[in-house]
């Protein structure tokens, strides 16, 4: 089973629409994880960290559910400019590194 | 903001080269790392360290070396450059894994 799994996409989305990525883990140790986004040819940046309790910044919420080893994103209000790739990340076993996923595409269309 | 600076956005080298990709982090963190980008095989870990001259394997170490002699500065060396290391780098620095990375811009190499 491999470390982080996402559903490729893409996702082809209309401006406005809410969409939900989701993501599964292997390591039931794992205690920080995070959501990045990538922009095309570019390097990955920090969109969020994902905390137990779930949290909220603007349009973005992010759920973990520890039981399942699972974590969503919930965009809503879909800007053109939220289209990227969205990369869930999950520490490895070594405590140091993270173990990324290899991403979901998501197109939002005028 | 921290700044990650990865020396080359773009590089070509031939076979058999030896190959230096340098990375430097203006925050004094401990942690950095080197990662390989491919499409299709998404970011795959090859080197990271957590201290000044310490190193540990990531999960695809093989052709690679890396040197840590500052804290700041952390540098992945392809000891004999090969046509299937071509790819895109990325460089990270952490304070602690709880904070996640920062990433440079990356380093496009191309090896012919």
Not at chain 1, 3 to 29: H, I, K, L, R
Not at chain 1, 87 to 100: D, E, I, M, R, T
Request: net charge neutral.
């Amino acid at each position: 089973r491999k470390e982080v799994e996402q559903d490729p996409g893409p996702f082809n989305v209309p401006e406005g629409a809410t969409v939900a990525f989701n993501c599964t883990y292997s390591n039931s140790a794992s205690q920080s994880f995070f959501w990045y986004r990538q922009d095309c040819r570019k390097e990955p940046k920090l969109l969020m960290s994902v905390y137990s309790s779930g949290n909220e910044d603007g349009r973005f919420t992010a759920q973990l559910n520890r039981a399942s080893q699972y974590i969503s994103l919930l965009i809503r209000d879909s800007k053109l400019s939220d289209s990227a790739t969205y990369l869930c990340v999950v520490n490895s076993n070594s405590g140091y590194a993270l173990n990324f996923g290899k991403g979901t595409s998501l197109l939002v269309t005028p | 903001d921290v700044k990650v600076t990865q020396s080359s956005r773009y590089l070509v080298k031939r076979t058999g080269e030896k190959v230096f990709l340098e990375c430097v982090q203006d925050m004094d963190h401990e942690n950095m790392f080197w990662y390989r980008q491919d499409p299709g095989l998404g970011l795959r870990l090859i080197y990271f360290s957590y201290d000044v001259k310490m190193k540990e394997k990531g999960d695809i170490p093989e052709g690679y070396s890396v040197s840590r002699e500052k804290k700041e500065r952390f540098s992945l060396i392809l000891e004999s450059a090969s046509t299937n290391q071509t790819s895109m780098y990325l460089c990270a620095s952490s304070p602690l894994t709880v904070y996640g990375y920062t990433f440079g811009s990356g380093t496009r190499l191309t090896v012919v």
